[in-house]
């Protein structure tokens, strides 16, 4: 009996040892951050964290390299609390360190535009069948008002609540008494035809959703895709040529923010970037909340551009700049999970934060759309009214973004319905029509034995937008990010994954001559491009313009050149060339 007891207490033991083994195992990581309490309050903003793997014990909170005091910390249930004092501390990034280990750095912006999301109990389907907010709405305030003063007349008047704001755009999310979509409707038709209010912003969500087509047909080898786009040749380019002593250029840091959810820092792929990356000035540097798997497309999206090379998954073009480059930041936010309206208030922040390139991997379509087959188009929809609401917010944003960071490019992918990308009343928002937004459609390697530089070479990703709003196509497919070294890494295919190709390159000739504008950077993209897809007319004939066809003024007025009347294919190699030779001519 007492042997069997013994065994008994042996085994208790061994599982305990166990347990704690696995709980110890469990790495530091910043999987959520938040801004909390007042989201009004700038002066002594507080952001809630929530940290797996964190212990009881001593930790160290450090944000730009700078322990935060005790006195700012609160340690809660599964969660810390830190207060920081903005007058003295930039936006910057944030990370734990506890018994050697640190944790994913994560942004904290220190800008006044947070908005929050709905509860689980406060979201009802509408007529349409899609998912929406039902108290939480957000108000653009005329330009002639005073925001906050009115957001606060407005909400005293309707019974409401200002929980979020995006100052710069005089907007502001107000919480609606409404306990149904009928009151909600009510209040912002009232809301709406207010003299002081431009429009009212009803959050239909679901964008966080993942709609790519990943499937590959026939099977992608993303070897191929890469050489497309000529990938390696820039990396090559960019590293030799920027060596040259007898010919030195001065590169110059860039800031580039992605807006998407996470990073899988668990991924080889991103498991370097670790606590106080900026330590070496000269590598590119992620900042992103910390992701449950490698497959998300956050981390997809993220490794085209940062990925560590040779580790089985996906390869980042601006890692690979980091022998000779300046110190590229690669920026992972989206705020909260408050839809369309979050993406603004994070690319509000981040530009404001100094990012020069935004990466826009998401997009909408209008119920209705329909694709180049007449068929409706069945990914990203939302309600009339709510698409109406989105494009007063977005065009705030890019009046806003002229008017006081007119240097800065915003590269937005075409969209995955097979559909048209210019049409406004069903496709956002590609089909604003601005210098500083890029829209990037997709292709995939055709089965023609042509070279590279044929049009023929590739051809257009069945399901791509695609019409003259396009800028230029880059590879739609990539390696997706692998949880084990030198294991190979999943295919996904969609316009997400091109528009990071050609952020890239944006951000890296602007290492080169941060003095390039978004037209100027546009016009060499064009000018630079291979071609894709048969000789145009120069008409929108439906499915015909893959891109804005190659005009005579792009390579260099010369009528003859077989690329005019071709659509536009990115080619980084010579994109990269381009920007070195504005040096030269002072552009």
Known sequence: MRKLQAAVVGLVMALSCISINAA???????????????????RQPTFCLQVPGLEQGPSQVRINGAPLAADQIDHGAGQIRVQVDAASTPSGPLWIEQQGQ??????????????????????????????TYVDLVSVIIEEGYDGIEEARRLAKRYDAEVVGAIPPLNTYQFRLPAKNLEQRDAAVLRIGNEVSVDAVVIEESGAEKLVERDIADPPIKTSEEEVSNRFLDAVNFYQ??????????ETHPVRIGVIERDVDFDAPDFSDYLGDCRSDMTRTCVYARDAQAAGGHGTTVTGILAAGWDNGGSNGFLRALDQVGPGFDVIVDRNSDAGITANIAASVNLVEDGARVLNWSWGIH?????????DPVDSLLRSGIAMSGYEELLEEFFLWLRREHPDVVVVNSAGNGASFSSRDDYRLPSSFVTDQLFVVGGHQRSSKDVDLDDPDYVTRRKASNSDMRVDITAAACTAGSSPLAEQTGPVHCG????????????????????????????MLLRRSAMTIGGESDFEPMEADDLTAPILPSERGNDLQDPDIG?????????ALELAVESLKNGR
Not at 24 to 39: H, N, S, V
Not at 240 to 249: G, T
Not at 366 to 374: C, E, F, L, P
Not at 506 to 517: D, G, K, V, W
């Open 495 to 522: 316009t997400s994954y091109a528009t990071p190709l050609v952020a890239g390159v944006i951000a890296a000739m602007l290492s080169i001559n941060p003095e390039l504008q978004p037209d100027q950077l546009r």
């Open 102 to 131: 640190s944790s994913n750095p994560v942004w904290v912006s220190l800008g006044s535009s947070h908005v929050v999301a709905a509860d689980q109990d406060a979201v009802a389907q509408n007529r349409d069948g899609l998912t």
């Open 240 to 249: 030799r040529r920027l060596e040259k002593p007898s010919d030195h250029i």
């Open 366 to 374: 209008r119920i209705g759309a329909r694709d180049v087959n007449g």
């Open 24 to 42: 110890a195992a469990t790495p530091l990581r910043i999987t959520q951050l938040q801004r909390c309490g007042d989201l009004l309050e700038t």
């Open 566 to 574: 071709h659509s536009a294919r990115l080619d980084m190699f010579k």
